[in-house]
């Protein structure tokens, strides 16, 4: 990006100080699980899970909050500045909630902190808000941003891995280690997708992971045992065998906003090492890419053929079709919701990052920052951030079942959108992911460089070197 280009060298100079020596002057643990209790809603107290949540938040938020008793050697100020940038979507519901929880537990433990939360919920359609991002970008790139940006996949930064590698955000690794055991276990798998040479630049809180959803019953009508897809050999042969054997129908649904976005995210699901940014050029021979990307021109020839009104509306619903989680009211009374998963080259799911938080370099709370963060990896603030979403992977270990105790507990999205979700299936995919992505933006870039070759303009090595093209440019400036 520009802003980046230009500013490169600025934001170099911005490599954060990071904590050299620590103190063993830790605040005592009763006095901050009585400050973490009053934090807690008295009403919900009283509720049967609560006894659960109060204690997950002494056992993991108490041990974790005793080290910041840490004294860092930079300067502090008794202020923090958070900025929380979210899809409109989504935002007034599931982050709103997880950074207000987060907020009221943080006051109570570090009530001399004072703290200010900005929120920004973007409308992608909104020419306005891409003024604005850019004035918020900016800012942080002039130094004078806020402390803790938490956001949601690139929406914010695009391609975080860069922002990483220019030092925007500062190393949090010495804050994770000097936790230690007080730290709740986290993923490694997920954490990894927020480094760079190794060292922590972001935290991702929580990811999710895409397929296409529909019914055990449509899959049958076409032939697909979801179950034997056991690979992306498999995946990518069942795609070839549908396209070929039905004429008429398109995998995505039938329109065009739904291929780019089923495309895009099968894509990354498939290939997550494809744009690795280790990756001088991308392997666009191989043979599996190019079986993919033939089958991408296959998809876009049935939905341009789709006949549609202006209204774009949805397909028939004898089609598959993907059925995202917000969409599963379309699944009839009697059918059984189903899943085709797209695997990755080691057989697992591929996780996508949703939330993410990080401490920027010019920050002068850079250890109020990271507390802030900590806040955020309790269990009530992860719920809060998952239960009108669709992120509900999280970067705590084992919180597969957690998810699903609260899952069936509260039936979150049937209740907003009725039908049978089998969340608890999906659950199953979350826990196999053996890959974590940070971005989707290449995949979508580099599916529109090869729109030619779709659309029948342009040929399959053409578009591979405006592909290969844009990805050195991605990579080194």
């Not at 901050?32 to 204690?55: I, P, W």
């Not at 370099?361 to 507390?371: D, E, I, M, T, V």
Request: proline residues 4%; aromatic residues 10%; contains cysteine.
């Amino acid at each position: 990006m520009n802003w980046v280009k230009q500013c490169q060298q600025k934001v170099k100079s911005w490599l954060c100080d990071t904590p050299e020596s620590f103190t063993s002057a830790f605040r005592e643990k009763e006095q901050m699980k009585e400050r973490l209790e009053a934090a807690l809603d008295q009403s919900t107290k009283r509720k049967g899970r609560a006894a659960l949540v109060l204690a997950a938040a002494v056992i993991l938020g108490v041990g974790g909050f005793a080290v910041w008793g840490i004294s860092p050697t930079q300067k502090q100020t008794d202020t923090l500045r958070v900025l929380c940038v979210a899809p409109e979507y989504t935002g007034r519901y599931s982050e709103f909630k997880a950074m207000e929880k987060a907020k009221a537990r943080f006051t109570a433990a570090w009530p001399d902190v004072e703290l200010t939360v900005e929120y920004f919920f973007i409308d992608e359609s909104s020419a306005q808000n891409e003024e604005k991002l850019t004035q918020l970008r900016t800012q942080i790139m002039a130094g004078d941003g806020p402390d803790v940006v938490f956001s949601t996949g690139d929406l914010f930064l695009q391609n975080p891995a860069k922002q990483m590698k220019a030092g925007v955000f500062c190393d949090l690794t010495p804050y994770v280690e000097a936790e230690g055991e007080d730290l709740p276990p986290l993923k490694e798998l997920v954490l990894q997708s927020g480094q760079r040479r190794g060292e922590q630049y972001v935290i991702p809180i929580t990811y999710r992971v895409d397929f296409l959803n529909s019914t055990a019953e449509r899959f049958a009508r076409y032939g697909i045992d979801p179950g034997a897809v056991a690979d992306r050999q498999a995946y990518l042969d069942t795609m070839q065998h549908f396209l070929e054997q039905n004429p008429q129908l398109s995998w995505s649904g039938g329109n065009r906003a739904n291929a780019d976005y089923v495309l895009a995210q099968t894509f990354v699901s498939l290939f997550p090492e494809l744009c690795d940014l280790q990756n001088e050029r991308l392997p666009l021979e191989d043979a599996q890419v190019r079986q993919w990307l033939e089958l991408c021109r296959l998809e876009y020839e049935r939905v341009n053929a789709y006949p549609r009104d202006a209204s774009e509306q949805m397909p028939p619903e004898d089609q598959l079709r993907l059925l995202g989680l917000q969409q599963m009211n379309a699944v009839k009374q009697g059918e059984t919701v189903d899943y085709l998963v797209a695997r990755n080259q080691q057989g697992g799911t591929t996780g996508i990052v949703g939330q993410w938080a990080g401490v920027l370099a010019s920050s002068k709370n850079q250890l109020n920052g990271w507390r802030f963060i900590r806040t955020m990896l309790d269990e009530e603030v992860l719920w809060a951030a998952t239960s009108q979403g669709e992120n509900y992977g999280w970067v705590l270990q084992g919180s597969e079942e957690i998810v699903s105790q609260q899952i069936s507990a509260t039936k979150p999205l049937e209740t907003l959108y009725g039908g049978t979700l089998g969340l608890e299936h999906y659950m199953d995919q979350v826990g196999q992911a053996s890959a974590v992505v940070f971005t989707v933006e290449p995949y979508e870039v580099l599916l529109e460089s090869f729109r030619p070759y779709f659309e029948g303009t342009a040929g399959y090595e053409e578009c591979a070197q405006k592909a290969q093209n844009y990805w050195r440019i991605y990579r080194t400036e």
